[in-house]
């Protein structure tokens, strides 16, 4: 892929498919995004939000980091990209869901078991995976067989969704509209080899077909 070709994508996009959003995006400028949806995914260029969920522009405010994490509540006067965006989104746009979704072959997951201490190129990345430490943890004390490494990645890549969903539970606004049934938050797995997503059902702990879920 060349910037050539994203300019060649971007002339065939206002040829062929941009009037198919026009009226709808005028009028998003008139009015501006009223999105009810936050989705939290990995900045992993395999996890393509809009056309695994075929959204179009204005459905989704769109939150991506290194292996869709949540930082927890820390209103300090630091850069926080990540919250910045979550903050906007719940209590600007008031989004009435907030999607974590991670995604399978996540190489944020898979660093979680790599030993970064000699790579000064990596500290923000370093220190960003810790918010993945507790789901690495949990892992490797439920699984038996920690040999098999894909088995591994493949449950702490889930495991990690939970725990972003705790770890949103730390903002007290999002607790307060949850409360007041403004907000719901939900835990999505995309598997990037066949397209199909699990959601985490918090009854019984598990991961099932988005097609089953029920409202
Ligand atoms: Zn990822």
């Not at 060349?2 to 206002?14: E, M, P, V």
């Not at 459905?59 to 820390?74: C, Q, T």
């Not at 209590?91 to 201490?117: F, P, R, T």
Request: net charge negative; proline share 5%; glycine share 6%.
């Amino acid at each position: 892929m060349q910037i050539n070709d994203l300019i060649k994508g971007n002339k065939k996009f206002r040829e062929a498919r941009f009037s198919k959003y026009e009226t709808d995006l005028k009028q998003l400028v008139k009015t501006g995004q009223k999105p009810e949806v936050l989705f939290i995914g990995c900045s992993d260029s395999r996890v393509t939000p809009d056309l695994m969920l075929d959204t179009k522009p204005g459905d989704m405010f769109i939150l991506r980091n290194v292996g869709n994490f949540v930082p927890p509540y820390n209103p300090d006067n630091d850069y926080h990209g990540t919250s910045a965006a979550i903050e906007y989104a719940v209590n600007v746009l008031n989004v009435k869901h907030i999607i974590v979704c991670g995604h399978s072959h996540c190489g944020a997951c898979k660093s979680l078991y790599q030993d970064l201490e000699n790579s000064p190129e990596l500290s923000n990345v370093k220190k960003w995976l810790e918010l993945g430490k507790k789901a690495k943890e949990y892992t490797l004390l439920a699984t038996p067989n920690k040999e098999d490494k894909e088995q591994l990645y493949r449950t702490t890549e889930k495991v990690s969704i939970v725990y972003q969903m705790e770890n949103l539970l730390s903002f007290p606004y999002i607790v307060e509209k949850i409360k007041n049934s403004e907000l719901q938050i939900h835990g999505w797995y995309y598997k990037i080899e066949d397209g199909t997503i699990d959601y985490y059902d918090g009854e019984d702990c598990t991961f099932k077909p988005l097609e089953d879920y029920k409202k």
